[in-house]
């Protein structure tokens, strides 16, 4: 299983003090993966995370929820689970725009939208062919999905991309970037094996 190392932030949030991870791929298609990078830190009360993407050809959604314009956009996601049971496991997907869908879900793809993450911070930025989103959660809150148990130091993540493309000759082409490769026939990030773990480290 892949891991990531979560390094903790002692005084403020200083994303150098990160490692940067960066082996995205595109699993379904012969494509380059578009430039993208994720970082973690941990303090004694949050989980902080940053996605740092490249992106020439930016798509934002149109709709009247703000689920529908997420879903529409280029987007990054983050899924935790309590294990690989996925029974249940929890979802936020984040557009550029700063605007969040976030879902509980049991497998096989049985969503529940009745599901906030409480205390959830989030920002979003676009410059020019680049955009970043930043966001934290409570440790208490993950505690509390039975995300990461009391004590513990791990745990289970899928961290993606979705990477959207105008086609010349009209619509949208959905591509789908992950940090794991699910090994999966057809794009597919709601399964056991598209998840890697978080390692909160000193």
């Known amino acids: 299983m892949k891991r990531y190392l979560v390094h903790a932030a002692r005084a403020g949030v200083d994303w150098s003090l990160a490692s ?29 995370f940053r996605f740092d993407c490249v992106d020439q050809d930016l798509v934002l959604g149109a709709g009247r929820t703000e689920k529908e ?19 249940p496991y929890f979802c936020l997907e984040m557009a550029p725009s700063g605007e969040r869908y976030g879902y509980r879900a049991r497998s096989y793809r049985q969503f529940d939208d009745d599901f906030e ?3 959830l911070q989030l920002n979003a930025s676009i410059a020019g062919e680049r955009y970043a989103v930043e966001g934290s959660l409570p440790l208490g809150c993950l505690r509390e999905l039975g995300v990461l ?20 000759s009209g619509g949208v082409h959905f591509g789908w970037m992950s940090w794991v490769d699910p090994k999966t026939e ?15 480290c000193d």
Do not use: M, N
């Open 69 to 87: 314009r997420v879903l529409g956009s280029d987007r990054v996601e983050i899924f935790l689970a309590p294990d690989l049971e996925l029974a």
């Open 117 to 119: 993450f409480q205390g």
């Open 186 to 200: 057809k794009p597919d990030f709601h399964v056991p094996s598209s998840f890697g773990a978080l390692e909160l």
């Open 20 to 48: 940067c991870l960066s082996d995205f791929s595109f699993p379904w298609e012969e494509t380059a993966a578009a430039p993208t990078e994720f970082r973690a830190l941990w303090t004694s009360e949050r989980l902080h």
């Open 149 to 168: 148990s009391a004590g513990a130091r791990e745990l289970f993540a899928g961290v993606y991309r979705a990477e959207f493309s105008r086609r010349p």
